[in-house]
């Protein structure tokens, strides 16, 4: 569904930074249906390498194909054509403060100029596809951070794209809130067989939620491959010491459950 070959990312430089290279070659193949995890440091490359993919970024060379199509050759007229068929959910929700819950999921399709009729059909299988039938008419400010995502996971499920992008969608949640959003986007993978590319620093998210994982560092991939093989038998360096983290904020949880225990 999504092949990566060669691609390669470098920031012009500007008055006070030099050029930067972000992505330094990177290969990645996508299959339809399959969820891969992007995951490393801040500074990796990750947000780089999901906006070459949605073309929110110019690769500087190789190549982006998506369902057949190399998209860095599409003109300027065909990318919102393109676009729609990416679905893009984001840490911090970007709802309009202004907009109902369905009026924020219908915006992409009103955008592209769709009728009423055409939203309403849209939309309306949406709402309890993500749980939010009771909150339909209400505002993101009398929502819960895990309603919002709800609300931003349905906004880019409602042009019927292809693919979903995830950009640290639980990053701003807390664990709980954060297990009932990746349970949602696990349900929606297999109920409607959508590809998603999760990009994340936190391996509990890979493993919750993705078949299979890139672990990137420096603008390159380090190590690849199936979720449960990359957690039993981590190769590289990086991949190390991001297992080590989660290990860390696993005893710490633990120690606050047993705290919590002695409290109770
Ligand atoms: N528009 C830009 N102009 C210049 N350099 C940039 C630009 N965007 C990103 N970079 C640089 O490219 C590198 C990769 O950034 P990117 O945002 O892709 O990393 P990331 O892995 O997503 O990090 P984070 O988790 O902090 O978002 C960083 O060194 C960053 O400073």
């Known amino acids: 569904m999504i092949r990566l070959s060669n691609v390669q990312k470098t920031y012009a430089a500007r008055r006070g930074s030099e050029e930067h290279t972000a992505l330094r070659g990177i290969d990645l193949d996508i299959a339809a249906g399959e969820i891969v995890g992007v995951i490393g440091r801040s500074g990796a490359g990750k947000s780089t390498l999901i906006r070459c993919i949605n073309l929110l970024e110019t690769p500087t060379s190789g190549s982006v194909v998506v369902d057949g199509t190399d998209?860095?050759?599409?003109?300027?007229?065909?990318?919102?054509?393109?676009?729609?068929?990416l679905g893009?959910?984001?840490?911090?929700?970007n709802l309009l403060s202004s907009r109902t819950v369905y009026d924020?999921?219908?915006l992409p399709l009103e955008l592209a100029g769709a009728s009423k009729a055409e939203i309403a059909e849209a939309v309306n299988p949406l709402l309890p596809l993500v749980g939010l039938e009771e909150k339909r008419d209400r505002y993101p400010a009398e929502l819960s951070g895990g309603q919002k995502q709800r609300v931003g996971i349905a906004r880019a499920l409602s042009s019927s794209p292809k693919v979903l992008l995830c950009d640290e969608v639980t990053s701003a949640l807390d664990p709980e809130t954060?297990?009932?959003?990746l349970n949602l986007l696990k349900d929606i993978n297999q109920r409607l067989g959508l590809t998603m590319v999760v990009i994340t620093h936190e391996m509990a998210v890979v493993k919750a939620l993705c078949d299979r994982v890139?672990?990137?560092?420096?603008?390159?991939?380090?190590e690849e491959g199936q979720v449960d093989g990359i957690f039993a038998n981590p190769v590289h360096e990086?991949?190390?010491s991001l297992l080590a983290d989660e290990f860390v904020e696993f005893r710490a949880g633990q120690s606050s459950d047993q705290l919590n225990g002695q409290e109770g």
């Open 71 to 85: 998209v860095t050759k599409l003109s300027k007229r065909d990318l919102p054509l393109f676009r729609r068929q």
């Open 88 to 93: 893009m959910v984001f840490q911090h929700f």
């Open 104 to 106: 924020n999921i219908a």
């Open 178 to 181: 954060t297990r009932q959003i």
């Open 214 to 222: 890139a672990v990137m560092d420096g603008g390159v991939i380090v």
């Open 238 to 240: 990086t991949t190390k």
